[in-house]
């Protein structure tokens, strides 16, 4: 099982950025494809944007061209740059991990805790 943590979440200015990280450990292996995940307070999750293990990115079209997914060499860290945030990217954000075949929301997906971000006008 892979274990995420999540960090670099904060409050930052409308307009700003924020670059939040997600760091595996144990047996990332398996590892195909790593989300970045939103929860707004009232409303469900969503997912945002992911990588899978050829760098190949996924965005959403909420954060498409404002948001820039990335891994490191040893694909142990995923980033997500935020760029020209809004009011509205105001929510906790969760990173997860699948193995092929495996779909987020299944048993064998692995989740971190979340890192809230606040955006301000």
């Known amino acids: 099982q892979v274990q995420l943590e999540e960090s670099g979440g904060g409050s930052v200015q409308a307009g700003g950025s924020l670059r939040l990280s997600c760091a595996a450990s144990?047996?990332?292996?398996?590892?195909?494809?790593t989300g970045w995940f939103r929860q707004i307070s009232g409303k469900e999750r969503e997912e945002i944007a992911n990588?899978?293990?050829?760098?190949?990115?996924w965005y959403d079209s909420s954060v498409k061209g404002r948001f820039t997914i990335s891994q490191d060499n040893a694909k142990t860290i995923v980033y997500l740059q935020m760029n020209r945030v809004r009011v509205e990217d105001t929510a906790m954000y969760y990173c997860a991990a699948r193995p092929y075949g495996i779909l987020f929301s299944q048993s064998g997906a692995s989740w971190g805790k979340g890192t809230q971000v606040t955006v301000s006008s």
């Open positions: 990588i899978n293990e050829y760098g190949t990115p």
């Open positions: 144990g047996d990332t292996s398996d590892t195909w494809e």
